[in-house]
Structures are given as C-alpha cells and as structure tokens.
C-alpha cells in the first residue's frame, strides 16, 4: 500500500467515528410519514460539542473527497 492509502483509510475511520458521535437532528422517517413535531424550518444554532464535531466531520469529508480525487489522478 501506498502513504495516500494509509491516509485515506485512517480518514475514512475518523470520518466514521465522527458521524456515530453526532447527535441525530431529525426524527427519521416516522416523523415524516406521522407529521411529527417537525422542526425543520426553525432556525437553531449548533453549539459547543455539536458545533465542534460538525465542522471537524465537514473538515475530514473535504479532506476525504480531494485526497480520493487525487489518488485518482495519480495512480
């Protein structure tokens, strides 16, 4: 294996662990389909952990996607 493809695999690992530590922000398709409590047009602000984790999931995706469009380019 090639040092991108250790670095692809230890990003797409983070980038997991990443998404399960995320809180979920809906109530998935029973809410749709029931009308639930819907929140989607409130404007609500993240903050503190869940700030944190959504910009460093953001920053790992990008991360993620241009070294797997090089990688393609490359080899």
């Known amino acids: 294996m090639v040092w991108l493809d250790w670095v692809l695999a230890v990003l ?30 409130t404007n609500t602000k993240e903050r503190g952990t869940d700030l944190i984790l959504s910009r460093l999931t953001l920053g790992v995706g990008i991360a993620l996607f241009v070294l797997i469009i090089c990688r393609g380019i490359w080899f």
């Open 12 to 41: 797409a690992l983070l980038m997991i662990i990443l998404v399960m530590l995320q809180a979920g922000k809906s109530q998935g398709a029973s809410g749709a389909i029931m009308g639930g409590n819907s929140k989607v047009f």
